[in-house]
């Protein structure tokens, strides 16, 4: 439905576009748009509470846990509220799967819609003041309306997502979205509390010369892992490693290159998780021309086992990730 695309002028709010463009998708009746408005208005919440941290209080650790073993932030779960909130508020989504709770939220209403989001990605960067995010996938609901939510409407591959996107917490807010017909970004305007558009139809550099890579694991890395880190270091490659994977991919969409997770000794499976984080950035990256794999497999063709699945992930300019995992 390329056809249906309406290019908008840089400047254009992002309802405005989201109402001129919703002919691209197949159930254009109104919920999907919805879901992007309720995602965008919670992260303004997020946004607003992310700038203020230092002032009242909310940096720093829960003293838990979450369902991945990882320290819990005052903001994680801060964020988990403010989103929960606004789609329980809005009723298009019906299920909500997020890191910071254990299973699925079923939000018991008619929702077509089930959303996977990592509330605040890389939020221990917040203490000192680096850029954060949020990652969000947006799938359709499989079972009829009206039956229980089952795995079949919850553990759907990445390639079953209808839209995906990420908010940038840095210099500036950014909403980065793609509903499968290109990559386009917006910024939030501060004094009018409107998302603009400000980078129509991303796309990645095919190839880079920049890597992401923590790199006080090499000695953990796959043999082929540390020798692709080699190659970068032989070509005079930037290393550019953030700590926070939507700062780290969002410099790469723009200019190029590769953000590798690898697996490790201590995590064989890798780190990132499959669901809220690694498929809305492959469904974004290839949609920008770029490429997502877990060093063997397409990640958006992964079938999901739990909720929580983990998996390595290289992530990037479509040439650099081929390279990386032994293709080229």
Known sequence: MEESRIA???????????????????????????LLRDL????????????????????????????????QQKLDVLANIRFTRALTKGGEACAIISEETESFTDLQNDGKYVIAIDPLDGSSN?????????????????????????????????EEQVAAGYILYGSSTMLVYTTGHGVNGFTLEPTLGEYVLSHPNMTIPEDGATYSINE??????????????????????????????????HRNLLKGGIYIYPST??????????????????????????????GHRRILSIKPANLHQRTPLFIGSKRMVEKACGRS
């Open 265 to 294: 000794q201590k995590d064989p499976d890798g780190k990132l998780r499959l669901m809220y984080e690694c498929n809305a950035l492959a469904f974004l990256a290839e949609q920008a021309g770029g490429a997502a794999s877990d």
């Open 40 to 71: 965008a208005l919670a992260s303004k919440v997020v946004n607003r509470e992310v700038n203020k941290a230092g002032l009242i209080d909310i940096m720093g650790p829960m003293g838990s846990l979450n369902t991945t073993g990882e320290q």
């Open 8 to 34: 908008l002028p840089i400047g254009t709010a992002l309802d405005r576009f989201i109402k001129n463009n919703q002919g691209q998708f197949q159930y254009a009746s109104g919920e999907l748009s919805q």
């Open 126 to 158: 917040i203490d000192v003041n680096v850029s954060i995010g949020t990652i969000f996938s947006i799938y359709r609901r499989k079972t009829p309306i009206g039956s229980p939510i089952s795995d079949e409407d919850i553990l759907q591959p990445g």
């Open 216 to 249: 006080g694991m090499a000695n953990h890395f796959p043999e082929q892992v540390r020798q692709y880190v080699q190659f970068c270091k032989d070509n005079n490659y930037r290393a550019r490693y953030i700590g926070s994977l939507v700062a780290d991919f």
